[in-house]
């Protein structure tokens, strides 16, 4: 932490003094980070989701099962059945491996090009209070 | 409900019910040099049921549940019913303990000190725990590691180690057949079969220590050793505990004391006798 | 916003840790841990005393630090504000 | 069953010191699935029970301050968000009897934060909420529509920072349910906290409290909730002006029964039920020594009974429909 010495009681307006030989010359250069500061803050975050994965076996349904038959387009959103372009959900839901994997690229078992696709991009947007958002969040986890 | 066991494990203590006879029939075998819950009151209790009623019977489904549940579980096949009791046990400590920060690592205990590793699954930390542990090492736990807030010693918790796929064949040219479970194959996890930990891990299970070194194990890449500052360290231990939030103010003293106190290095390494070989040395130079 | 007098959360209801890389502040009321890095800290002991302006605080820091253009400065010190005050470390008094 | 255990040691904490270690391996599991095991902590401080025992009352304590003060601090950042609409931020349910110390808050279980807002105003407070950092829980237009349609209150939001849930209602019953509370006068009568912040009156409380446990759940922890209205009811000033509030609200029936139950089960007075509240202390205290539920046929009986009294017929028949699809865990 710095140290309060040398406060500026001389300086009403409280702008910088313009004068820096008035200034003890062994200051130190904060980084401000300009302008636009990027963030200097990162708050710590509940690691409860992953243990998700880690102490449990989870999954995910695909959609999660209020929504059973809708069907999920391609960007991942649901849409009423028989939309053009979308598909139907998946029959059974997907281990949190089979996920990670197809995260880096398998396909999820059992599934065609534009599925696969569909399904991963409705994964990727589930929401906190969805099935399977504590599950996707584990696999997010970076450690 | 029909079948039960009690046990305790370090500071913990838990009380099993299940539908079905087999998972307790292998955990009172497995548990049988534990100790039982003192005044046989249980701190959690873990169910094991049918998803439906019909499922006790007809292609059993295993449901666990308990105390603490967490969504999106999935059930279990009934001959993996030993791993999902071993699961609900690891769920309660993780969303349910509080008298220790509980960080998810391996730990082994030498000369009074203790050496902690954490990692993702796969790192390789709960085998090289396991490994030590018939090398001499006094194996505290292959999963959860319990700092103690106001000691800022490390408790044990040495469950039955979950041996994993290859980790099965090391450790069995490392002990005895008889402490060995039943193989579990295909489970979610991969082929499963627990170990239990030798003798004085079990009788010295309530000893604490003063921890000493801090690894990041990482398997399958070239050998190399990497100083790990004390921000990332404590980045990485925060989100490698399921309580570090809910424990507050003990929390944040135990982890800034612990990260401050002892060295960390990360260390990747390509086989356990590479690796030993590396632990061996930080342990002389740093410990 | 660059009107707005600000105060600091009470010392009382923070702890500062400084690790060899970064500082940790634990905040007691939100229950959360927020790892800083410079200006933020500087920024938090300068808010400490009075209630105070940006300019103000902008003002403290070049006392001690040199902070390079006075006004990317003054607009810097604005931004870590607002996002304390967002986190409950700091005040709109 | 130890429901009935749970309910006897609230009660008279004293007899705890006559458990056996089975009974009190019931104890524990009955009153963490029924999220009383703050209160239980709190009520059993200074009785004398096992040493195995002690720690995992502390435990349950510590959790029971630190939710109040995660509580407290989520309110605290409501009222900050709406300072400048001027719309005063009223708590309900657990963050409010922290807030005001009332007697319910010891030791209670606190999960999402619950403020009422006036109607009118909804929109000021949606945009001020969403600019301080909370975002839609579920991005489903046809949740969304169904909430702002059918509901007394917004689609859930969840702070993206911080993970936790805000509700922000407007009356505290569904629209569809038969009754419609006053809501208007529940704000009028507000009382005044620091910072802001603002609470239901004590009968006000106890009107919510009822109007929740009976027609907004199939009274699935309802032993909590009957215990919030045990103690609040010890907050009331009178009988009488809890009887005329009651009325004005349209909720004298639910609060007549609430006061029953909560006599029958936490003061041991059993002499008002009637045959029907006999029904409803049976499913209350359905809950077996391994914290299960027991009674299914009951409760389901009670499941579709809620849904009976805040829905229009075909409404229900969906929605059965659609969570029966869901399928259940055992629990």
Same mark, same amino acid.
């Given at each position: 932490?710095?140290?309060?010495?040398?406060?500026?009681?001389?300086?009403?307006?409280?702008?910088?003094?313009?004068?820096?030989?008035?200034?003890?010359?062994?200051?130190?250069?904060?980084?401000?980070?300009?302008?636009?500061?990027?963030?200097?803050?990162?708050?710590?975050?509940? !690691?409860?989701?992953?243990?998700?994965?880690?102490?449990?076996?989870?999954?995910?349904?695909?959609?999660?099962?209020?929504? !059973?038959?809708?069907?999920?387009?391609?960007?991942?959103?649901?849409?009423? !059945?028989?939309?053009?372009?979308?598909?139907?959900? !998946?029959?059974?839901?997907?281990?949190?491996?089979?996920?990670?994997?197809?995260?880096?690229?398998?396909?999820?078992?059992?599934?065609?090009?534009?599925?696969?696709?569909?399904?991963?991009?409705?994964?990727?947007?589930?929401?906190?209070?969805?099935?399977?958002?504590?599950?996707?969040?584990?696999?997010?986890?970076?450690? | 409900?029909?079948?039960?066991?009690?046990?305790? *494990?370090?500071?913990?203590?838990?009380?099993?019910?299940?539908?079905?006879?087999?998972?307790?029939?292998?955990?009172?075998?497995?548990?049988?040099?534990?100790?039982? &819950?003192?005044?046989?009151?249980?701190?959690?209790?873990?169910?094991?049921?049918?998803? %439906?009623?019909?499922?006790?019977?007809?292609? &059993?489904?295993?449901? *666990?549940?308990?105390?603490?549940?967490?969504?999106?579980?999935?059930? #279990? @096949?009934? @001959?993996?019913?030993?791993?999902?009791?071993?699961?609900? #046990?690891?769920?309660? #400590?993780?969303?349910?303990?509080?008298?220790?920060?509980?960080?998810?690592?391996?730990?082994?205990?030498?000369?009074? %000190?203790?050496?902690?590793?954490?990692?993702?699954?796969?790192?390789?930390?709960?085998?090289?725990?396991?490994?030590?542990?018939?090398?001499?090492?006094?194996?505290?736990?292959?999963?959860?590691?319990?700092?103690?807030?106001?000691?800022?010693?490390?408790?044990?918790?040495?469950?039955?180690?979950?041996?994993?796929?290859?980790? *099965?064949?090391?450790?069995?040219?490392? @002990?005895?057949?008889?402490?060995?479970?039943?193989?579990?194959?295909?489970? &979610?996890?991969?082929?499963?079969?627990?170990?239990?930990?030798?003798?004085?891990?079990?009788?010295? #299970?309530?000893?604490?220590?003063?921890?000493?070194?801090?690894?990041?194990?990482?398997?399958?890449?070239?050998?190399?050793?990497?100083?790990?500052?004390?921000?990332?360290?404590?980045? %990485?231990?925060?989100?490698?505990?399921?309580?570090?939030?809910?424990?507050?103010?003990?929390?944040?003293?135990?982890?800034?004391?612990?990260?401050?106190?002892? &060295?960390?290095?990360?260390?990747?390494?390509?086989?356990?006798?590479?690796?030993?070989?590396?632990?061996?040395?930080?342990?002389?130079?740093?410990? | 916003?660059?009107?707005?007098?600000?105060?600091?959360?009470?010392?009382?209801?923070?702890?500062?840790?400084?690790?060899?890389?970064?500082?940790?502040?634990?905040?007691?009321?939100?229950?959360?841990?927020?790892?800083?890095?410079?200006?933020?800290?500087?920024?938090?002991?300068?808010?400490?005393?009075?209630?105070?302006?940006?300019?103000?605080?902008?003002?403290?820091?070049?006392?001690?630090?040199?902070?390079?253009?006075?006004?990317?400065?003054?607009?810097?010190?604005?931004?870590?504000?607002?996002?304390?005050?967002?986190?409950?470390?700091?005040?709109?008094? | 069953?130890? $429901?009935?255990?749970?309910?006897?040691?609230?009660?008279?904490?004293?007899?705890?010191?006559?458990?056996?270690?089975?009974?009190?391996? $019931?104890?524990?599991?009955?009153?963490?699935?029924?999220?009383?095991?703050?209160?239980?902590?709190?009520?059993?401080?200074?009785?004398?029970?096992?040493?195995?025992?002690?720690?995992?009352?502390?435990?349950?304590?510590?959790?029971?301050?630190?939710?109040?003060?995660?509580?407290?601090?989520?309110?605290?950042?409501?009222?900050?968000?709406?300072?400048?609409?001027?719309?005063?931020?009223?708590?309900?349910?657990?963050?409010?009897?922290?807030?005001?110390?009332?007697?319910?808050?010891? $030791?209670?279980?606190?999960?999402?934060?619950?403020?009422?807002?006036?109607?009118?105003?909804?929109?000021?407070?949606?945009?001020?909420?969403?600019?301080?950092?909370?975002?839609?829980?579920?991005?489903?237009?046809?949740?969304?529509?169904?909430?702002?349609?059918?509901?007394?209150?917004?689609?859930?939001?969840?702070?993206?920072?911080?993970?936790?849930?805000?509700?922000?209602?407007?009356?505290?019953?569904?629209?569809?349910?038969?009754?419609?509370?006053?809501?208007?006068?529940?704000?009028?009568?507000?009382?005044?906290?620091?910072?802001?912040?603002?609470?239901?009156?004590?009968?006000?409380?106890?009107?919510?409290?009822?109007?929740?446990?009976?027609?907004?759940?199939?009274? +699935?922890?309802?032993?909590?909730?009957?215990?919030?209205?045990?103690?609040?009811?010890?907050?009331?000033?009178?009988?009488? +002006?809890?009887?005329?509030?009651?009325?004005?609200?349209?909720?004298?029936?639910?609060?007549?029964?609430?006061?029953?139950?909560?006599?029958?089960?936490?003061?041991?007075?059993?002499?008002?039920?009637?045959?029907?509240?006999?029904?409803?202390?049976?499913?209350?205290?359905?809950?077996?020594?391994?914290?299960?539920?027991?009674?299914?046929?009951?409760?389901?009986?009670?499941?579709?009974?809620?849904?009976?009294?805040?829905?229009?017929?075909?409404?229900?028949?969906?929605?059965?429909?659609?969570?029966?699809?869901?399928?259940?865990?055992?629990?």
């Amino acid at each position: 932490m710095s140290e309060e010495k040398g406060r500026n009681a001389g300086d009403p307006q409280g702008l910088p003094p313009e004068d820096e030989s008035l200034v003890t010359p062994t200051r130190r250069r904060l980084l401000m980070g300009g302008a636009v500061a990027a963030s200097a803050i990162v708050s710590i975050r509940p !690691a409860l989701a992953s243990t998700a994965a880690s102490v449990l076996n989870c999954r995910i349904p695909v959609p999660d099962p209020p929504h !059973a038959s809708q069907h999920i387009a391609a960007d991942g959103s649901l849409v009423p !059945a028989g939309t053009q372009g979308a598909v139907p959900g !998946a029959g059974r839901p997907f281990t949190g491996e089979e996920v990670k994997a197809a995260l880096r690229g398998r396909h999820l078992p059992g599934t065609s090009y534009e599925q696969n696709q569909a399904y991963l991009n409705y994964i990727r947007r589930l929401q906190s209070g969805t099935s399977g958002f504590t599950c996707y969040a584990s696999l997010q986890m970076p450690r | 409900m029909k079948h039960q066991v009690m046990l305790r *494990i370090g500071p913990a203590s838990f009380r099993v019910g299940s539908a079905w006879p087999q998972p307790i029939v292998d955990l009172a075998r497995l548990y049988a040099a534990y100790p039982q &819950p003192e005044d046989g009151i249980a701190d959690f209790t873990v169910r094991l049921e049918p998803t %439906r009623p019909w499922r006790r019977f007809i292609r &059993p489904s295993v449901f *666990i549940g308990g105390d603490h549940m967490l969504a999106d579980a999935a059930p #279990m @096949a009934l @001959a993996h019913g030993l791993l999902a009791a071993e699961m609900g #046990m690891n769920m309660q #400590m993780a969303l349910g303990w509080r008298r220790h920060l509980l960080l998810h690592a391996s730990c082994v205990e030498k000369d009074g %000190r203790a050496l902690v590793m954490t990692g993702e699954s796969g790192s390789g930390k709960s085998t090289l725990a396991a490994q030590l542990g018939e090398r001499g090492w006094r194996l505290m736990g292959d999963e959860f590691a319990l700092l103690d807030p106001t000691t800022g010693q490390i408790f044990a918790f040495p469950r039955l180690v979950s041996l994993k796929n290859q980790a *099965i064949a090391v450790m069995q040219g490392e @002990a005895p057949a008889e402490r060995f479970g039943p193989l579990m194959r295909d489970t &979610p996890k991969g082929d499963i079969r627990h170990l239990v930990p030798n003798r004085s891990a079990v009788t010295r #299970m309530d000893e604490g220590t003063i921890p000493a070194l801090l690894l990041f194990p990482r398997f399958g890449f070239a050998p190399e050793v990497r100083e790990v500052g004390q921000g990332e360290a404590f980045m %990485r231990l925060t989100q490698a505990s399921t309580n570090y939030v809910t424990l507050g103010e003990r929390g944040f003293t135990a982890l800034t004391r612990f990260v401050t106190d002892i &060295p960390a290095r990360a260390i990747d390494f390509s086989s356990g006798d590479e690796a030993i070989a590396m632990i061996d040395r930080l342990w002389e130079t740093l410990a | 916003m660059a009107q707005d007098q600000y105060r600091a959360e009470p010392a009382s209801d923070y702890i500062l840790r400084s690790l060899d890389d970064v500082t940790l502040v634990y905040h007691r009321r939100s229950g959360q841990t927020h790892i800083v890095v410079s200006p933020v800290p500087e920024i938090l002991a300068a808010l400490t005393g009075d209630i105070s302006s940006t300019a103000e605080i902008v003002a403290r820091l070049s006392h001690d630090y040199d902070l390079g253009d006075p006004h990317d400065a003054l607009a810097a010190v604005q931004t870590h504000l607002d996002e304390m005050v967002a986190l409950g470390l700091a005040h709109v008094a | 069953m130890s $429901g009935a255990l749970l309910v006897a040691v609230l009660r008279n904490p004293a007899s705890a010191s006559r458990l056996t270690p089975g009974d009190w391996n $019931g104890l524990i599991a009955a009153s963490r699935a029924e999220r009383l095991i703050g209160t239980l902590a709190v009520r059993l401080a200074g009785v004398s029970v096992p040493a195995s025992v002690e720690p995992i009352l502390a435990d349950a304590r510590d959790e029971a301050a630190r939710e109040a003060r995660q509580a407290l601090w989520e309110a605290d950042r409501a009222a900050a968000a709406l300072a400048g609409t001027g719309i005063p931020v009223i708590l309900l349910k657990g963050t409010a009897y922290a807030a005001a110390g009332l007697r319910a808050g010891e $030791g209670r279980f606190i999960g999402d934060l619950d403020i009422l807002v006036p109607r009118d105003r909804l929109d000021d407070v949606e945009a001020a909420i969403l600019a301080a950092g909370w975002e839609w829980v579920k991005p489903d237009p046809y949740d969304d529509e169904y909430y702002r349609r059918w509901m007394h209150e917004l689609p859930p939001m969840i702070h993206k920072e911080r993970d936790r849930m805000i509700d922000i209602h407007h009356t505290i019953l569904p629209l569809t349910a038969r009754q419609t509370p006053d809501a208007a006068a529940m704000m009028a009568d507000a009382v005044p906290l620091d910072g802001g912040l603002y609470v239901l009156s004590p009968e006000d409380r106890v009107c919510h409290a009822a109007a929740h446990l009976f027609a907004d759940g199939d009274l +699935a922890g309802g032993l909590r909730n009957l215990w919030d209205i045990h103690c609040l009811l010890t907050e009331c000033r009178s009988m009488p +002006a809890l009887t005329a509030r009651a009325a004005q609200h349209g909720l004298t029936k639910a609060v007549a029964r609430a006061t029953r139950l909560a006599d029958a089960l936490y003061r041991e007075d059993r002499s008002g039920l009637t045959a029907f509240d006999h029904l409803f202390v049976a499913r209350l205290l359905a809950r077996d020594g391994w914290g299960r539920e027991t009674r299914k046929l009951l409760r389901f009986a009670f499941f579709v009974r809620s849904h009976w009294l805040r829905m229009p017929p075909i409404m229900l028949a969906r929605h059965l429909w659609t969570k029966w699809r869901k399928g259940h865990r055992p629990a």
